[in-house]
Structure formats: structure tokens, C-alpha cells
């Protein structure tokens, strides 16, 4: 109805395919920036973002969880990205958690930290 998507996915990983998916957003759209950049900074367009109330989120993207990912976005997941969040941590034990994502051990997709 040319009020953009929901959900958009940068696979690219450059400032053309950011922006992109910034721009075919939606209001209060989620965007989900998979791609690797090839450089440690990107221009994006920040106002874009503020104007439309955008949800950030970064995937750590491996050829371990890259497919599981996807598959928690598509059909009737897609309105809950939080179901991607499969360990979750308080911050007393944050250094369980550091290991626990960088040996990809029990299944982890994405980990959170809480710092109650």
C-alpha cells in the first residue's frame, strides 16, 4: 500500500543497501542488518531512521545460525523479533555468556545480558 515493510534485511552490507532498507521501512519498521560492510564505518542517514522510528537490530551472521535466523523472521514469527533471543544472562555472569556465543555451544542464536 506504499507504506514500506515491516521487516527489511541488509545482506549487503554496504552504505547503498543500509540506506535502502531504511528507506523501504515502514513506520516503526524493523531492520535487520545481516551484511558484513567491507569497512569499519557506513554513511547512513540517521534523520531516516528518527523520523520513522526504526528498531535496529544487528545479527552476528555465521554460516551456523545464519539459516535459523532467517527462519525465526519468516511466517507468523516475523512480528516478534525477540524470538531470536534464545540464552539469556545476568551480568554477573556475563563471562558464561561471552563464552557460550564465541564456542556457538547449546544452540545459541543471540544472547542477552541483563543488567537488573
Known sequence: GGFGCNL??????????????????S??????????????YTNLNPHGMRTKELQIFNIRRSNQTLHDCVKNYSGTLNDNIEQ???HKF??????????????YSDNVLKCMINFD
Open 90 to 103: 545476568n551480568f554477573n555472569d556475563i563471562q558464561k555468556a561471552f563464552e557460550l556465543v564465541a564456542e
Open 8 to 25: 527489511a534485511f541488509d545482506t549487503g552490507g554496504t552504505s547503498d543497501s543500509i540506506n535502502a532498507c531504511l528507506k523501504i521501512a
Open 27 to 40: 513506520t516503526a519498521g524493523k531492520v535487520a542488518l545481516i551484511g558484513i560492510p567491507e569497512s569499519d
Open 84 to 86: 531470536i533471543i534464545t
